[in-house]
Protein backbone atom coordinates (compact mmCIF):
# COMPACT_ATOMS: atom_id res chain seq x y z
CA UNK A 1 0.00 0.00 0.00
CA UNK A 2 1.65 3.70 -1.26
CA UNK A 3 0.79 6.18 1.57
CA UNK A 4 0.29 10.02 0.26
CA UNK A 5 -0.13 13.32 1.66
CA UNK A 6 -2.01 15.53 -0.18
CA UNK A 7 -1.55 19.19 0.38
CA UNK A 8 -4.65 21.15 0.10
CA UNK A 9 -6.40 17.74 -0.25
CA UNK A 10 -9.83 19.34 0.79
CA UNK A 11 -10.08 21.41 -2.50
CA UNK A 12 -11.01 20.43 -5.62
CA UNK A 13 -7.88 19.15 -7.26
CA UNK A 14 -7.21 17.72 -3.50
CA UNK A 15 -10.13 16.03 -3.24
CA UNK A 16 -10.47 14.33 -6.74
CA UNK A 17 -6.91 12.90 -6.36
CA UNK A 18 -7.41 11.44 -3.08
CA UNK A 19 -10.82 9.90 -4.36
CA UNK A 20 -8.67 8.56 -7.09
CA UNK A 21 -5.87 6.93 -4.58
CA UNK A 22 -8.46 5.87 -1.81
CA UNK A 23 -9.88 3.90 -4.64
CA UNK A 24 -7.10 2.32 -5.95
CA UNK A 25 -6.38 1.36 -2.20
CA UNK A 26 -3.88 3.60 -1.00
CA UNK A 27 -3.67 5.17 1.93
CA UNK A 28 -4.06 9.07 1.93
CA UNK A 29 -3.16 11.56 4.43
CA UNK A 30 -5.26 15.55 3.94
CA UNK A 31 -3.73 18.31 5.31
CA UNK A 32 -5.86 21.00 4.82
CA UNK A 33 -7.01 24.30 6.79
CA UNK A 34 -10.39 24.14 5.44
CA UNK A 35 -10.53 28.11 4.62
CA UNK A 36 -11.69 27.11 1.07
CA UNK A 37 -15.88 27.26 -0.17
CA UNK A 38 -16.79 23.58 -0.47
CA UNK A 39 -14.04 22.09 1.52
CA UNK A 40 -16.21 20.53 4.08
CA UNK A 41 -18.77 18.91 1.70
CA UNK A 42 -15.95 17.55 -0.10
CA UNK A 43 -14.22 15.78 2.63
CA UNK A 44 -18.01 14.50 3.88
CA UNK A 45 -18.17 12.97 0.33
CA UNK A 46 -14.79 11.07 0.73
CA UNK A 47 -15.53 9.62 4.78
CA UNK A 48 -19.29 8.47 3.06
CA UNK A 49 -17.04 6.96 -0.13
CA UNK A 50 -13.66 5.67 1.76
CA UNK A 51 -13.07 3.46 4.97
CA UNK A 52 -9.79 4.03 7.13
CA UNK A 53 -7.49 4.80 4.72
CA UNK A 54 -8.40 8.33 4.95
CA UNK A 55 -7.09 10.81 7.67
CA UNK A 56 -7.80 13.96 7.80
CA UNK A 57 -5.76 16.95 9.69
CA UNK A 58 -7.32 20.22 9.66
CA UNK A 59 -3.97 22.14 9.52
CA UNK A 60 -2.05 24.87 8.24
CA UNK A 61 1.44 24.44 6.21
CA UNK A 62 1.98 28.28 7.11
CA UNK A 63 2.15 27.88 10.65
CA UNK A 64 1.71 23.83 11.66
CA UNK A 65 5.40 22.81 10.36
CA UNK A 66 5.39 19.60 13.45
CA UNK A 67 2.65 18.31 12.02
CA UNK A 68 4.07 17.95 8.53
CA UNK A 69 7.44 16.79 10.01
CA UNK A 70 5.36 13.81 11.77
CA UNK A 71 3.41 13.06 8.43
CA UNK A 72 6.59 12.97 6.63
CA UNK A 73 7.59 9.88 8.28
CA UNK A 74 4.73 8.33 7.18
CA UNK A 75 4.15 9.03 3.05
CA UNK A 76 5.61 7.50 0.30
CA UNK A 77 4.35 10.83 -1.77
CA UNK A 78 3.65 14.27 -1.46
CA UNK A 79 0.98 16.16 -3.78
CA UNK A 80 1.44 19.56 -2.49
CA UNK A 81 -2.10 21.47 -3.61
CA UNK A 82 -2.52 24.07 -0.58
CA UNK A 83 -2.31 27.29 -2.09
CA UNK A 84 -3.65 31.07 -2.29
CA UNK A 85 -4.91 30.47 -5.72
CA UNK A 86 -6.20 34.30 -6.70
CA UNK A 87 -4.38 36.81 -8.78
CA UNK A 88 -6.66 39.52 -7.34
CA UNK A 89 -6.62 38.05 -3.99
CA UNK A 90 -2.58 38.01 -4.10
CA UNK A 91 -2.69 42.14 -5.26
CA UNK A 92 -5.18 42.80 -2.30
CA UNK A 93 -3.24 41.16 -0.06
CA UNK A 94 -0.04 40.01 -1.59
CA UNK A 95 1.57 39.24 2.36
CA UNK A 96 -1.08 36.72 2.60
CA UNK A 97 -0.46 35.12 -0.42
CA UNK A 98 3.46 35.22 0.22
CA UNK A 99 2.99 33.14 3.34
CA UNK A 100 0.82 30.32 1.84
CA UNK A 101 2.80 30.04 -1.18
CA UNK A 102 6.20 30.96 -1.10
CA UNK A 103 6.07 29.63 2.70
CA UNK A 104 3.97 27.40 3.10
CA UNK A 105 5.88 25.28 0.59
CA UNK A 106 9.21 25.84 1.58
CA UNK A 107 7.68 24.13 5.34
CA UNK A 108 6.80 21.41 3.13
CA UNK A 109 10.00 21.22 1.36
CA UNK A 110 11.88 21.57 4.54
CA UNK A 111 9.93 19.20 6.14
CA UNK A 112 10.58 16.16 4.21
CA UNK A 113 14.04 17.45 3.50
CA UNK A 114 14.54 16.96 7.42
CA UNK A 115 13.01 13.38 7.46
CA UNK A 116 14.16 10.09 7.18
CA UNK A 117 11.99 8.90 4.73
CA UNK A 118 12.18 11.70 2.15
CA UNK A 119 9.35 11.17 0.04
CA UNK A 120 8.59 12.58 -3.16
CA UNK A 121 6.95 15.31 -4.07
CA UNK A 122 4.72 16.71 -7.10
CA UNK A 123 4.21 20.25 -6.86
CA UNK A 124 1.10 22.13 -8.31
CA UNK A 125 2.89 25.27 -10.04
CA UNK A 126 0.80 27.64 -12.76
CA UNK A 127 1.38 28.84 -16.00
CA UNK A 128 1.43 32.17 -14.65
CA UNK A 129 5.45 32.04 -13.90
CA UNK A 130 5.53 33.49 -17.67
CA UNK A 131 4.54 36.12 -17.35
CA UNK A 132 2.19 38.43 -19.84
CA UNK A 133 4.77 37.63 -22.37
CA UNK A 134 4.04 41.23 -23.82
CA UNK A 135 6.86 39.71 -26.67
CA UNK A 136 5.31 37.04 -28.06
CA UNK A 137 3.15 37.45 -31.18
CA UNK A 138 -0.79 37.27 -31.61
CA UNK A 139 -3.49 37.86 -33.92
CA UNK A 140 -7.43 37.43 -34.19
CA UNK A 141 -8.71 34.63 -36.12
CA UNK A 142 -12.46 33.49 -36.19
CA UNK A 143 -13.42 35.63 -32.84
CA UNK A 144 -10.19 34.20 -30.98
CA UNK A 145 -6.75 35.26 -30.27
CA UNK A 146 -3.70 33.36 -31.07
CA UNK A 147 -0.28 32.78 -31.03
CA UNK A 148 1.11 33.96 -34.18
CA UNK A 149 4.31 31.89 -34.53
CA UNK A 150 3.79 29.28 -31.91
CA UNK A 151 1.25 26.28 -33.17
CA UNK A 152 2.09 24.48 -30.52
CA UNK A 153 2.40 26.82 -27.33
CA UNK A 154 4.87 27.51 -24.64
CA UNK A 155 7.27 25.51 -23.92
CA UNK A 156 9.33 25.04 -20.24
CA UNK A 157 12.09 26.84 -22.46
CA UNK A 158 10.28 30.15 -22.18
CA UNK A 159 12.01 32.71 -20.06
CA UNK A 160 10.52 33.13 -16.22
CA UNK A 161 8.89 36.45 -15.78
CA UNK A 162 6.70 36.57 -12.51
CA UNK A 163 3.71 38.87 -13.06
CA UNK A 164 1.35 39.46 -9.74
CA UNK A 165 1.76 38.66 -6.25
CA UNK A 166 0.55 35.56 -7.17
CA UNK A 167 3.05 34.96 -10.02
CA UNK A 168 6.15 36.04 -7.73
CA UNK A 169 5.02 33.85 -4.67
CA UNK A 170 3.92 30.65 -7.26
CA UNK A 171 7.13 31.33 -9.14
CA UNK A 172 9.66 31.29 -6.18
CA UNK A 173 8.06 28.15 -4.87
CA UNK A 174 8.25 26.71 -7.91
CA UNK A 175 12.08 27.25 -8.28
CA UNK A 176 12.50 26.16 -4.65
CA UNK A 177 10.89 22.84 -5.91
CA UNK A 178 13.20 22.70 -8.48
CA UNK A 179 16.24 23.46 -5.98
CA UNK A 180 15.87 21.33 -3.51
CA UNK A 181 16.12 18.29 -6.14
CA UNK A 182 19.26 19.60 -7.30
CA UNK A 183 20.98 20.54 -4.28
CA UNK A 184 19.45 18.33 -1.42
CA UNK A 185 18.45 15.12 -3.92
CA UNK A 186 15.11 15.26 -3.24
CA UNK A 187 12.37 13.46 -5.59
CA UNK A 188 10.64 16.63 -6.54
CA UNK A 189 8.48 17.50 -10.07
CA UNK A 190 6.96 20.63 -10.81
CA UNK A 191 3.83 20.86 -12.74
CA UNK A 192 3.25 23.91 -14.34
CA UNK A 193 -0.56 23.98 -14.74
CA UNK A 194 -2.79 25.47 -17.02
CA UNK A 195 -6.75 25.93 -16.47
CA UNK A 196 -7.92 22.62 -14.40
CA UNK A 197 -11.67 21.98 -14.19
CA UNK A 198 -13.96 19.44 -13.53
CA UNK A 199 -16.10 17.92 -10.57
CA UNK A 200 -15.87 19.18 -7.30
CA UNK A 201 -15.07 22.63 -8.45
CA UNK A 202 -16.56 25.56 -6.62
CA UNK A 203 -15.39 28.12 -8.50
CA UNK A 204 -15.59 31.78 -8.20
CA UNK A 205 -15.50 34.63 -10.45
CA UNK A 206 -11.80 35.64 -9.18
CA UNK A 207 -11.04 31.50 -10.10
CA UNK A 208 -11.73 28.45 -11.92
CA UNK A 209 -13.60 30.73 -14.76
CA UNK A 210 -15.07 27.42 -16.39
CA UNK A 211 -17.18 26.43 -13.82
CA UNK A 212 -17.55 30.00 -12.09
CA UNK A 213 -19.27 30.45 -15.55
CA UNK A 214 -20.99 27.10 -15.70
CA UNK A 215 -21.86 27.71 -12.02
CA UNK A 216 -23.35 31.06 -13.01
CA UNK A 217 -25.24 30.13 -15.78
CA UNK A 218 -27.06 27.43 -14.17
CA UNK A 219 -28.04 29.59 -11.45
CA UNK A 220 -28.61 32.91 -13.40
CA UNK A 221 -25.99 34.67 -11.26
CA UNK A 222 -24.74 38.04 -12.72
CA UNK A 223 -21.73 36.86 -15.12
CA UNK A 224 -18.49 39.53 -16.24
CA UNK A 225 -16.02 39.30 -18.57
CA UNK A 226 -13.10 40.84 -17.81
CA UNK A 227 -11.27 42.09 -20.96
CA UNK A 228 -13.31 41.25 -24.30
CA UNK A 229 -14.13 37.89 -24.24
CA UNK A 230 -11.61 36.68 -27.00
CA UNK A 231 -8.64 35.57 -24.84
CA UNK A 232 -7.92 31.92 -25.48
CA UNK A 233 -6.53 29.31 -22.46
CA UNK A 234 -5.96 25.62 -22.75
CA UNK A 235 -7.97 23.70 -20.40
CA UNK A 236 -8.01 20.18 -18.86
CA UNK A 237 -10.07 17.84 -17.67
CA UNK A 238 -9.55 16.58 -13.64
CA UNK A 239 -9.23 12.89 -14.89
CA UNK A 240 -6.40 13.82 -17.38
CA UNK A 241 -4.46 15.97 -14.46
CA UNK A 242 -4.40 12.78 -11.76
CA UNK A 243 -3.33 10.83 -14.95
CA UNK A 244 -0.36 12.77 -15.34
CA UNK A 245 -0.02 12.57 -11.78
CA UNK A 246 0.11 8.77 -11.80
CA UNK A 247 2.35 8.70 -14.96
CA UNK A 248 4.97 10.94 -13.22
CA UNK A 249 4.93 8.79 -10.08
CA UNK A 250 5.74 5.52 -12.00
CA UNK A 251 8.36 7.25 -14.12
CA UNK A 252 9.82 8.96 -11.24
CA UNK A 253 13.40 7.77 -12.26
CA UNK A 254 12.81 10.22 -15.71
CA UNK A 255 11.01 12.95 -13.68
CA UNK A 256 12.66 13.96 -11.15
CA UNK A 257 14.02 17.11 -10.88
CA UNK A 258 11.49 18.17 -14.25
CA UNK A 259 9.60 21.03 -14.55
CA UNK A 260 6.88 20.19 -16.99
CA UNK A 261 3.48 22.33 -18.44
CA UNK A 262 0.39 20.07 -18.19
CA UNK A 263 -1.99 21.84 -19.39
CA UNK A 264 -4.74 21.23 -22.58
CA UNK A 265 -2.30 21.54 -24.99
CA UNK A 266 -3.02 22.94 -28.71
CA UNK A 267 -6.04 20.67 -28.79
CA UNK A 268 -7.58 21.96 -26.19
CA UNK A 269 -8.15 25.72 -26.37
CA UNK A 270 -11.21 27.65 -25.87
CA UNK A 271 -11.69 31.25 -25.32
CA UNK A 272 -14.37 33.03 -22.54
CA UNK A 273 -16.98 33.60 -25.29
CA UNK A 274 -16.87 30.29 -26.99
CA UNK A 275 -17.52 28.85 -23.47
CA UNK A 276 -20.14 30.92 -23.13
CA UNK A 277 -21.84 30.04 -26.25
CA UNK A 278 -21.45 26.27 -25.53
CA UNK A 279 -23.39 26.95 -22.16
CA UNK A 280 -26.36 28.61 -23.80
CA UNK A 281 -26.31 25.32 -26.12
CA UNK A 282 -26.02 23.04 -23.91
CA UNK A 283 -28.56 24.80 -20.64
CA UNK A 284 -30.68 26.07 -23.50
CA UNK A 285 -31.13 29.38 -22.55
CA UNK A 286 -29.19 33.11 -23.71
CA UNK A 287 -26.44 33.92 -21.41
CA UNK A 288 -26.67 37.57 -20.25
CA UNK A 289 -23.23 39.16 -19.30
CA UNK A 290 -21.20 42.38 -19.00
CA UNK A 291 -17.59 43.60 -19.55
CA UNK A 292 -15.04 45.12 -17.47
CA UNK A 293 -11.25 45.99 -17.94
CA UNK A 294 -8.49 43.54 -18.08
CA UNK A 295 -7.43 42.42 -14.84
CA UNK A 296 -3.08 42.82 -13.95
CA UNK A 297 -1.29 39.95 -15.45
CA UNK A 298 -4.09 38.68 -18.15
CA UNK A 299 -2.92 37.24 -21.57
CA UNK A 300 -4.49 37.34 -24.42
CA UNK A 301 -3.13 33.58 -24.97
CA UNK A 302 -1.89 31.43 -22.77
CA UNK A 303 -1.75 27.78 -24.37
CA UNK A 304 1.22 25.31 -23.28
CA UNK A 305 3.30 23.39 -25.55
CA UNK A 306 2.83 19.92 -23.28
CA UNK A 307 5.30 17.77 -26.02
CA UNK A 308 8.31 17.43 -23.22
CA UNK A 309 5.51 15.71 -20.81
CA UNK A 310 4.31 12.69 -24.00
CA UNK A 311 8.32 12.91 -24.52
CA UNK A 312 9.51 12.00 -21.41
CA UNK A 313 6.96 9.85 -19.43
CA UNK A 314 3.82 9.26 -22.10
CA UNK A 315 1.16 11.34 -21.21
CA UNK A 316 -0.85 13.39 -23.20
CA UNK A 317 -5.01 14.60 -22.31
CA UNK A 318 -7.62 11.95 -23.57
CA UNK A 319 -10.92 14.57 -22.70
CA UNK A 320 -12.04 17.02 -25.31
CA UNK A 321 -13.10 20.43 -24.42
CA UNK A 322 -16.60 19.65 -25.82
CA UNK A 323 -16.54 16.33 -23.14
CA UNK A 324 -15.52 17.75 -20.51
CA UNK A 325 -17.29 21.08 -20.25
CA UNK A 326 -20.69 18.67 -20.70
CA UNK A 327 -19.16 16.58 -18.10
CA UNK A 328 -18.66 19.30 -16.12
CA UNK A 329 -22.20 20.99 -16.47
CA UNK A 330 -24.17 17.92 -15.88
CA UNK A 331 -22.31 17.12 -12.37
CA UNK A 332 -23.08 20.98 -11.22
CA UNK A 333 -26.63 19.94 -12.36
CA UNK A 334 -27.36 16.71 -10.40
CA UNK A 335 -25.24 18.14 -7.48
CA UNK A 336 -27.51 21.36 -7.56
CA UNK A 337 -27.36 21.43 -3.61
CA UNK A 338 -24.13 21.86 -3.04
CA UNK A 339 -23.99 24.99 -4.45
CA UNK A 340 -26.80 26.80 -2.46
CA UNK A 341 -24.97 28.58 -0.03
CA UNK A 342 -22.62 30.32 -3.16
Given at each position: MTSILITGGAGFIGSNAADHYL???????????????????????????????????????????????????????????????????????????????????????????????????????????????EDILTHEINGRYEYKDLPNGISED????????????????????????????????????????????????????VAWFTIATLF??????????????????IDDLINAYDMAVENIDKTSGRVYNIGGGSSNQMSLLELIAHLEKYYEKKIDFTYSDWRPGDQPVFVCDIGKAKKEFGWEPRVSVAEGTEKLAMWIKENKILFKDM
Open positions: KKGDKVYIFDNFSRNGTDSNVAWLKKNHGDNLEVYRNDICTDFDVLRELMEKVDIVLHFAAQVAVTTSVTNPREDFEINALGTFNVLEAIRLSDRRPMIIYSSTNKVYGGMRLLDFHSPYGCSKGAADQYVRDYSRIYGLKTVVFRQSCIYGYRQFGIEDQGWDKPITIYGDGKQVRDVLF
